[in-house]
């Protein structure tokens, strides 16, 4: 939907969160749309798309329900494309894309950071004449229905189930994410690993008439060190690095940290505390698990957040197989793993496993679910968390509870 034919149009915006109110911001300055707001909480949904021109649904609202409306939808990525001029780099996936995301934009000169974090994809365009590139996270909400976006690089980091309590199967999840290079051409560059090729056999019937170039992201000729920092795939960071010219042989990420992702946040009376709220979905876990299993000491596993859909029945599996002290479990998922300890509220669990606490342990909070059961957000809960532990060790000594 090009701008200039939003002119005099009713358009609805449909929640008013982040990309709600950068959808609101960027309309008023750019065009002359009627604008309206929907809230969840007021009138009925369908009768407020009944009286727009055109939508623009914020990613958490599902959709699929108003498909007969569908002629009236505008994607918030299709008006960031038609109206962005500068370079862009987007980045899908099921795991890391946050981590990748932050990433590329902290080792780019002059870019920016954006979509599904920091700031609104639309709030990028009143920006642009201040850096080269736009990198930008997307979520499989957010590439839905787009219908020409085309990034100048796109990313595909990995695949695993994820969201199948909106998206029907996994078919339909992949189909949402492979929108992030569908519509690319000539020139544009998509980049991911053999390993997902080999592992994902639905990538190859979407490739089969794909415009763009493909860049395996296997080989690069910048040494990015500290890379045990992070449970990611960093030959994806070196790759789009060489595909935009940084000839940077060296870099380190040693003093970068990222808020909850496998976050080292404190270290009292011989017990390493970790958060890592963004785990989202037990992949995140299991790799949680065996990285910091690898300094051979017990490991005190606290899970939680709903499923998404996801059968999550691997890690009652998986644990019995690593130093796993004991498992603590936030909420009433997780019904497969015995001898755990349940409570509804973080604070009474984090009361509880103090008391299990000893010298030499490692306390794990990866979740591997999604926070909507008690949280706003991955945020919020890990905050939470570290509050809560911080909290308890100014009054309390790990030894009086060995």
């Not at 609101?24 to 727009?52: C, M, P, T, V």
């Not at 699929?64 to 009236?72: A, E, Q």
């Not at 691997?314 to 002290?325: D, G, L, Y």
């Not at 984090?350 to 949280?375: C, K, N, T, W």
Request: aromatic share 10%; charged share 25%; glycine share 8%.
């Amino acid at each position: 939907m090009l701008l200039k034919n939003l002119s005099q149009k009713k358009i609805g915006i449909i929640g008013f969160g982040i990309t709600g109110k950068s959808v609101e911001r960027f309309l008023r300055k750019y065009s002359e749309a009627l604008i309206s707001i929907w809230f969840s909480h007021i009138g009925d949904l369908k009768n407020f798309i009944e009286q727009q021109d055109y939508v623009v649904f914020s990613p958490g609202i599902d959709q699929r329900p108003f498909l007969k409306f569908k002629d009236k939808f505008i994607n918030e990525l299709d008006l960031f494309g038609s109206c962005f001029k500068k370079k862009s780099i987007a980045i899908t996936g099921t795991l890391g894309k946050t981590t990748i995301t932050t990433l590329i934009h902290k080792l780019i000169p002059k870019s920016v950071c954006g979509g599904n974090i920091g700031v609104g994809a639309l709030d990028l365009i009143s920006q642009q004449k201040n850096f080269d590139w736009a990198v930008l996270e997307l979520s499989s909400f957010q590439l839905e229905f787009s219908s020409i976006f085309a990034p100048d690089i796109a990313v595909l980091t990995n695949f695993y189930p994820n969201h199948l309590d909106r998206h029907k199967n996994m078919e339909e999840y992949f189909e949402a994410k492979s929108k992030i290079f569908k519509y690319q051409k000539e020139g544009q560059i998509l980049i991911l690993t053999k390993d997902l090729i080999s592992k994902c056999t639905m990538i190859q019937h979407y490739l089969k008439n794909y415009k763009g170039r493909v860049v395996f992201a296997d080989d690069s000729d910048v040494e990015i060190s500290g890379i045990d920092t992070f449970p990611i795939n960093l030959k994806i960071v070196q790759t789009v690095l060489n595909q935009i010219g940084v000839r940077k042989q060296k870099i380190s990420l040693e003093n970068v940290r990222l808020e909850h992702r496998l976050e080292k946040f404190k270290t009292i009376n011989g017990v390493d505390f970790y958060n890592d709220s963004k785990a989202t979905v037990i992949e995140s876990t299991i790799s949680a698990i065996k990285k910091i299993s690898n300094n051979n000491r017990p490991i005190i596993l606290i899970l939680g957040g709903t499923d998404k859909g996801v059968d999550r029945g691997q890690i009652s599996k998986f644990i019995k197989t690593e130093n796993i002290k004991q498992v603590f479990v936030l909420g009433d998922g997780y019904k497969e793993i015995e001898n755990c300890r349940r409570h509804c509220s973080l604070k009474d669990l984090v009361h509880d496993m103090i008391r299990f606490v000893e010298s030499g342990d490692q306390v794990l909070f990866s979740p591997g679910g999604a926070s909507f059961d008690y949280f706003k957000n991955y945020e919020e809960r890990g905050r939470l968390f570290k509050e809560l532990v911080l909290g308890l060790t100014l009054r309390y000594n790990f030894s009086s509870f060995a």
